[in-house]
């Protein structure tokens, strides 16, 4: 197989606006498949509403958009951090009422979608970010709500692209979604054959979801003995925490105190947590 490039600079820079800015004016994009991928495609086919409301974060050229337009959709946002990508999109679109083209962070963006569609965004961020994508996805989602698209199922040697596991994503998005569709892609583009999984989360409504910035631990063994001191805590289902030990996702049936959490980390003087999310 053909093997997979995001870019063919070292990623030790920070993963910020200038870093996918420069990717773009200087035609590094690797991770650019020039076309809607196959799965994403078929998904789309399928679709019946055409006025549900779509987002496509870290858009890219968002082939996906333009084949959403194709179709007949009419309520489409897509948003990326990048100027120069952006500036080009909102040209290439600035007579077409359907689509919103938002030059801004993700994390930072406010709405509400019936759809997001995920394809080469989640990979792009450091997997530090991973529990407050979680968190805000569902925040962004609709009731009943649907997180499409692709992950890899592959650990990379150079990064971004950043991959992983079914087994990571699993315990990243259980209980904060209900998995509809979670399995090997069978028709992926060439370069990405047997490398992604499909997925189709429906967000849950019955939960509570929730963001933490935590302070004190420093390893592995710190990280795990409290994430299941949390998890044992009334109504929480399921927690998670962030490679840098510095955000904490808990997934709960009510609300937990913070107080709670607290005590319950007390144990360590150095171990504090804070609520993120409003």
């Known amino acids: 197989m053909e093997e997979l490039q995001c870019c063919v600079v070292s990623c030790e820079r920070q993963l910020d606006k200038n870093y996918w ?38 858009c890219g050229n968002t082939y996906e958009a333009e ?9 489409i946002t897509v948003i990326d951090i990048a100027p120069t990508i952006v500036e080009k999109l909102q040209e ?9 083209v938002i030059l801004g962070d993700f994390f930072e963006h406010y709405n509400k979608y ?19 994508y979680v968190y805000k996805m569902h925040q962004l989602l609709n009731i009943d709500g649907l997180i499409i698209g692709l992950l890899f199922n ?32 069978n028709n992926s583009a060439a370069p990405r054959a047997n490398t992604e999984l499909f997925i189709e989360f429906k967000k849950k409504i019955a939960v509570i979801v929730d963001l933490y910035g935590f302070e004190g631990i420093t390893c592995n063994g710190c990280m795990n003995t409290v994430s299941q ?16 030990y510095a955000e904490v996702l808990i997934v709960s049936n009510e609300a937990v105190l913070l107080q709670d959490l607290q005590n319950e980390i007390s144990y360590d003087a150095k171990y504090f947590i804070k609520k993120l999310n409003s």
């Open 114 to 132: 019936d759809l997001i569609i995920e394809q080469t965004f989640f990979c792009a961020l450091p997997p530090t970010l991973r529990q407050k």
């Open 229 to 244: 001191k949390i998890a044992t805590l009334p109504n929480v289902l399921n927690v998670s925490m962030s490679t840098n």
């Open 92 to 100: 290439k679109f600035l007579s077409n009422k359907n689509i919103k």
């Open 154 to 185: 592959r650990i990379f040697e150079t990064n971004p692209p950043f991959g992983g596991s079914k087994k990571e994503y699993e315990m990243l998005f259980k209980d904060a979604f209900v998995f509809k569709q979670f399995d090997v892609c």
């Open 67 to 75: 084949y959403l337009l194709h179709k007949g959709f009419t309520d």
């Open 21 to 58: 800015d420069n990717q773009y004016q200087s035609n590094k994009t690797g991770w650019d498949l020039g076309e809607v991928s196959p799965p994403i495609k078929k998904y789309i086919d399928e679709l019946q509403n055409c006025n549900i409301s779509i987002l496509i974060p870290g």
